[in-house]
């Protein structure tokens, strides 16, 4: 009976008001009971007259007892606010409607079925749910992959705008988070104020499992987005309903990816061989054998290989060997063969390729003689002549040696790496030229010595230090007692290939004299990021390096002369390799910031002399399709930012200046997307509650009081989601039209009392 | 018996009378010398009959041989008696106690009236009798001209207490009889009666040659029906009580009292006869200078 007179009236409760219809029964009653007592002459008139009125009389007084009933019963009706069904024949009616569509545009909507993406079925549903709104009814579409964006932003009465903008909605190469998307919709009718219209929201997706879980467990939202949901949800008279619709892939589940394409070395040195590998990955069920796939390089096909056996859930590595002729920005791309779901069969990256890497190298104690100056042996292990020893054919470091009296005067900004060897003072100002340089992205490598005061080190450099650098141990004599350096920590990468090579021993390499380095106090991102790059036998660092901003900073204990241990004359060679390979992990080149995943922004350090020219003329990137994006220069930093790309690929601009050509930009996709295996119904429900407040195991969507009635999962027929909608309409509302009565009764009962005799009421 | 006076003689009302005397509309037997036109020019020492000596007759009329042979109280009555005389029919049944709040009773009104008509008569010479009744003659006091008379006659009034039933009809019908020589008739009384009865025995005054004045009085609640809520009304005279709200009966009601009033209005002026409703709301003074003014005007037409 409940259930029925929901379906009628939005506030059922307040029809128990209804019962005020008694009120005037009541009164008349009451009346009856309380009178007052008159002695009276006129009788032989007064009989007469009600002899004569007393029938009329009754029939008048039963119409305006009948009138003020129903005058308080349709206010009662009127407040309960009740509304007309769909398909109630004359009468039918609809109340009006906000309908938030949430279109699922991640890129696994490019799954071809039919020869037609499922992104295009998905759009045409979604301007037949626009085609079939009344005049007034509200529109907005939410295009929905790693971000939720507004098509037609305050358009919502327009609905031709709403479909024209539908038609031209593409594809974006980004995963979807479709908790996300119903936030943002919610938070769109939380915005929207009006309490009387109706609100749909409707999520179109192909509905594969990465929409909705991460690692078994539902997609998070943040604090904001969970207030949203909440709040849309907060009133049961007013909460949104939420529809999935399952935009159907076909059995076909397919999919091979080019899954990743990186360099090996960071530092790519032109005209030199560098070593590629690109990883792809079969996710589907079915082994594929012999899949091509191919390099290409500024647009050119430079190499093709083939995958002889991909078996699912195996990624496999391809390596390719390319070499750059000239030096500068380079785009370069991986593709398989098409299949099923285009949109990952290519991955893309942007390197740059050096000419020279500027290493400045501020001497301590700089003499005359032949490698008597504390950072000899350390630039000769860097010289291009040791490239043999370095196992490279040719090493794009180049070093530059000032005296310690001399750094006050240099330009650091020349420079990829400053080496700082056993440099007793450097003045105030310079430390903090130093820092800056550090955290715009510099790299800087200190080696310490008998000219280091600890204290005044680490009062000085403290912020730029990772460790402290505590009291001196090791006699320093070479022919006294000495520590080895471990040969089991080569967790870090610019040690970690020691690993592999053979014959190279680090516990060959000897320490007479080191500085104790111990754990810097303090908080924050710079401690959390301090790693031990080389230790020795007993366990103790002796070489730590932490990020600092943008660039990275590396101490070590010990000298960088042969002073204080024999590294530089290690018996098996290890030090060339040692110092390149800490050297070109340092290093960071510029090209890392410019390859980004899809959703996120590019970032790119302009060189200084151009920075007022790309002010003035504006900077712009053209994204793989060919549009144009404006990149924002900061006031004070020299970094041009990009808005977040939706789109994988190559994104180039050019740089003002005949002497800048043009720069590569590369935007990945996540390649969890890929994995076209869908959630079904009863998994979706297993995310939310039966009822509110019930236990889930897996966790659920949103933490607020969401319940399966709040959600219906359709199929992807126009007719079944519409009938759906249907079924949930709460027609039209007529409490209107009950309150005009009211007004109609309230004039219609003054007149007919004032009629009748009532005059004095 | 001073106070009597003071209570009905109102010296306010009576001044606006003298200033107006009482002209008779018709010719009648018996004016008083310069204002009555009379037909039998000169006062007559006629003998006309005996009749039962009744107290505040003058005692000189006394037929003393009548006394001597029957031992019985008998006045002769004489031709020259009469100038004017006239009698006033007072109500006094139970319905004329009635009395909105702040308003005085109908009874009292009207005795107000025949107190100030009896003063008047009576300092013009002529002589005025009084009737009471109510669903019976209650006192029957035969016209005189004294002033012993007038002081008898408020002696009476001030008496007066009301608790019968009305029977006007029937009443008027026994006085049309008994009231043998024709004169002025004043009827005080709220009339609450079946009016064709009314009308037939006021016929049968005016076929006795009477002149016939009738005051009906009415309290202005009686007039206006202002009850606003559910009220029970209790009946004088026997009648049945009634609850009932009287703003659904208000129309009905005053549909009622128009029509009788324009019912005894139309039968009146039929038959000549002055009917002058009152409503004891209003001034005293004022109704009876606007009856005498009406009589004035009438004669001169």
């Not at chain 2, 008083?32 to 000596?53: D, N």
């Not at chain 2, 043998?180 to 049968?204: A, M, Y």
């Not at chain 2, 709301?281 to 200078?289: E, F, H």
């Amino acid at each position: 009976m409940f259930a029925w007179l929901q379906a009628f009236f939005a506030n059922p409760a307040i029809l128990a008001g209804a019962s005020a219809g008694a009120i005037p029964v009541v009164i008349h009653l009451l009346n009856k009971q309380r009178f007052k007592k008159v002695v009276w002459a006129a009788m032989h008139w007064l009989w007469a007259a009600q002899k004569k009125a007393s029938r009329r009389q009754r029939i008048e007084q039963l119409i305006l007892l009948l009138i003020r009933i129903l005058i308080l019963v349709l206010l009662a009706m009127a407040l309960a606010r009740p509304a007309l069904q769909e398909g109630m024949g004359l009468l039918a009616g609809r109340t009006s409607v906000y309908r938030v569509i949430v279109l699922d545009n991640s890129y696994s909507m490019g799954h071809l079925v039919g020869g037609q993406p499922l992104f295009e079925k998905a759009k045409e549903l979604a301007l037949q749910l626009v085609d079939k709104l009344n005049p007034g009814d509200e529109v907005d579409v939410l295009l929905v992959n790693s971000a939720a964006e507004e098509l037609t932003p305050s358009n919502a009465l327009k609905h031709d705008e709403v479909k024209r903008d539908i038609k031209a909605a593409t594809i974006s190469d980004g995963t979807t988070n479709l908790p996300r998307g119903i936030a943002a919709a919610c938070r769109l009718i939380n915005d929207r104020k009006s309490r009387n219209l109706r609100k749909e929201i409707i999520v179109l997706t192909d509905r594969t499992r990465s929409g909705w879980e991460t690692g078994g467990q539902p997609k998070k939202l943040d604090t904001n987005e969970e207030e949203q949901v909440a709040k849309a949800f907060e009133d049961p008279k007013t909460k949104p309903k939420i529809w999935i619709a399952r935009i159907a892939g076909g059995d076909n589940k397919e999919n091979l990816v080019a899954a990743n394409l990186e360099v090996d070395e960071k530092v790519i040195t032109a005209r030199v061989e560098t070593q590629l590998t690109a990883t792809f990955k079969n996710v589907g069920t079915q082994t594929a054998n012999r899949v091509p796939v191919t390099l290409t390089v500024d647009g050119e096909r430079v190499a093709r290989e083939e995958i002889p056996v991909l078996e699912p859930l195996k990624p496999q590595n391809v390596i390719f060997h390319h070499t750059f002729a000239d030096p500068g920005s380079h785009a370069l791309s991986v593709q398989i063969e098409p299949d099923l779901l285009p949109n990952d069969n290519a991955a893309y990256l942007a390197v740059d390729a050096e000419d020279q890497v500027k290493v400045l190298c501020v001497d301590g104690q700089q003499r005359v003689t032949p490698m008597q100056s504390e950072l000899d042996h350390f630039r000769q292990a860097l010289s291009p002549s040791m490239a043999k020893e370095a196992g490279a054919s040719r090493l794009p470091l180049y070093t530059e040696a000032i005296s310690d009296g001399a750094l006050p005067d240099a330009n650091l900004d020349n420079y990829r790496l400053v080496v700082l060897g056993n440099v007793a003072l450097i003045p105030s100002e310079k430390i903090e030229a130093i820092k800056q340089y550090v955290l715009k992205g510099g790299s800087l490598w200190i080696f310490l010595g008998d000219r280091i005061d600890p204290a005044i080190y680490n009062k000085d450099l403290g912020a730029l230090l990772p460790s402290l650098i505590g009291e001196a141990v090791g006699s320093g004599d070479h022919e006294g007692a000495f520590e080895k350096l471990s040969d089991k920590d080569l967790d870090h990468p610019a040690i970690s290939k020691f690993r592999n090579i053979k014959g190279l021993p680090l516990h060959e390499l000897f320490v007479f004299r080191r500085f104790k380095l111990l754990p810097r106090p303090g908080e924050g991102k710079e401690k959390d990021s301090v790693r031990t790059v080389m230790a020795m036998e007993n366990g103790e660092p002796v070489a730590t390096e932490m990020r600092l901003g943008e660039g990275r900073v590396m101490l070590v204990g010990t000298t960088a002369d042969k002073a204080w241990n024999n590294w530089a004359g290690a018996p098996g060679g290890q030090w060339v390799p040692l110092v390149n390979l800490i050297a070109l992990d340092l290093i960071n080149p510029d090209y890392l910031m410019r390859n980004r995943m899809v959703g996120e922004a590019f970032e790119y350090k302009l060189p200084q002399e151009i920075v007022s020219e790309a002010r003035r003329q504006g900077l712009r990137l053209v994204t793989p399709s060919g549009e144009p994006i404006v990149m924002e220069i900061g006031v004070e930093s020299f970094t041009a930012v990009s808005k977040p790309v939706s789109k994988a690929g190559i994104y180039t601009t050019e740089l003002p200046g005949e002497k800048h050509p043009t720069i590569h930009f590369a935007a990945d996709r996540n390649t969890e997307e890929s994995d076209l295996d869908t959630i079904d119904d009863p998994e979706i429900r297993a995310y939310v509650p039966a009822a509110q407040g019930a236990p889930l195991e897996h966790g659920r969507f949103f933490e607020t009081n969401i319940t399966q009635d709040d959600i219906e999962l359709t199929g992807d027929d126009y007719g079944g989601i519409e009938a759906s909608l249907k079924k949930h309409s709460s027609g039209k509302e007529i409490w209107r039209y009950l309150v005009m009565m009211v007004l109609l009764l309230l004039v219609a009962e003054s007149l007919l009392a004032q009629r009748f005799g009532d005059y004095t009421r | 018996m001073a106070s009597d006076l003071s209570k009905y003689l109102d010296p306010k009302t009576l001044t606006k009378i003298g200033g107006l005397d009482l002209k008779a509309r018709l010719i009648v037997e018996g004016y008083i010398s310069g204002h009555h036109k009379s037909p039998y020019h000169g006062f007559s020492v006629e003998f006309a009959e005996h009749r039962e000596y009744t107290p505040g007759d003058d005692l000189k009329h006394l037929d003393w041989k009548v006394l001597g042979k029957t031992d019985r109280y008998y006045i002769k009555q004489y031709e020259e008696e009469t100038n004017l005389r006239s009698y006033i029919l007072l109500d006094t049944s139970e319905s004329m106690k009635y009395a909105s709040p702040g308003n005085v009773s109908k009874l009292e009104y009207a005795c107000y009236i025949a107190a100030s008509l009896s003063y008047m008569l009576v300092r013009q010479q002529d002589s005025v009798g009084m009737v009471l009744f109510d669903n019976g003659i209650k006192k029957f006091i035969p016209a005189s001209a004294s002033p012993a008379h007038l002081r008898l006659l408020l002696h009476e009034l001030a008496n007066v207490v009301p608790d019968q039933r009305t029977d006007i009809g029937t009443i008027f019908h026994d006085l049309a009889e008994r009231i043998k020589r024709k004169g002025l008739i004043v009827i005080l009384s709220d009339l609450f009666d079946d009016p064709e009865k009314l009308l037939f025995g006021l016929q049968h005054f005016r076929h006795k040659r009477h002149e016939v004045i009738v005051f009906q009085l009415l309290d202005d609640f009686e007039i206006r029906f202002p009850f606003d809520q559910m009220t029970l009304f209790e009946g004088y005279e026997g009648w049945q009580e009634l609850l009932c709200d009287p703003r659904a009966l208000r129309n009905a009601y005053l549909n009622e009292y128009e029509g009788f009033s324009e019912r005894m209005k139309r039968g009146c002026r039929n038959n000549k006869i002055d009917f002058l409703p009152v409503n004891t709301k209003n001034p005293l003074d004022v109704v009876l200078s606007a009856y005498l003014a009406t009589r004035l005007n009438s004669k001169f037409k």
